[in-house]
């Protein structure tokens, strides 16, 4: 294990996939003990780039749009993430050159007023964090996107009072929300590559250490990671 993930694993997320399997497979492992095993949409996704951990030898999942590859989170992990009244969301990203926009993280139902989505309403411009439960929504100012072909830390807390976002371990934008995921409920779809909705689409480039805490980490926390 890369002192990376022991560094994760110190913190206690309840859902953690490296997403970094050396061989083709269906399954995404959940290191943090929970067992929410998460399914890959092609067997052909892992180990198809290298990974963001410089040394480490890992290699990370290809996230192409015009295949719809993304991974399913299973049910039990959005019963588990729905009784959250805190969370931290982490993930390592790269970008290739988007033509159209796209989800990193969504956890909702599409088209209906429940969710929680990191994506990019506009190509190649800026990132949205936002969350919403029965039209009382918590919207972020725009982050500028990530660097094409440069993988970028990204981290996201909300604690009922404050959300805050994260890039490369420094906080760059504070503002005040009620929202959590328990305020959305038990939402029937989760995945890591594409929004909740039809549009944004899927993701295309790579995302890697995807890690749910139970808990709005720290500044110093995060950038331990």
Not at 16 to 35: F, V
Not at 102 to 129: E, K, L, Q, V
Request: aromatic fraction near 12%; proline fraction near 7%.
């Amino acid at each position: 294990m890369s002192a990376y993930s022991t560094a994760v694993l110190a913190n206690s997320p309840f859902t953690y996939y490296p997403l970094n399997e050396a061989s083709a497979t269906s399954n995404a492992l959940d290191l943090s003990g929970s067992g929410y095993t998460a399914a890959y949409a092609s067997t052909s996704m892992p180990n198809a780039v290298a990974g963001p951990l410089a040394g480490s030898g890992e290699n990370a999942p290809a996230f192409i749009a015009a295949d719809d590859y993304c991974v399913t989170l299973p049910s039990a992990f959005r019963t588990a993430f729905a009784a959250k009244t805190a969370i931290t969301i982490e993930f390592w990203v790269l970008q290739n050159p988007l033509t159209t926009s796209a989800g990193f993280i969504g956890i909702g139902r599409n088209g209906a007023n429940a969710y929680c989505d990191i994506y990019t309403p506009s190509p190649n411009t800026h990132t949205r964090f936002e969350i919403e439960n029965s039209g009382s929504s918590y919207t972020t100012n725009d982050w500028t996107s990530p660097i094409p072909n440069a993988w970028t830390h990204v981290a996201w807390t909300l604690d009922g009072t404050n959300g805050k976002i994260y890039i490369n371990g420094a906080l760059v934008e504070t503002l005040a929300t009620a929202q959590t995921p328990y305020s959305m409920g038990v939402q029937p779809n989760a995945y890591i590559g594409r929004s909740s909705y039809s549009v944004p689409g899927y993701w295309n480039g790579s995302i890697a250490h995807v890690a749910f805490y139970p808990a709005a980490l720290s500044g110093a926390q995060i950038l331990a990671h």
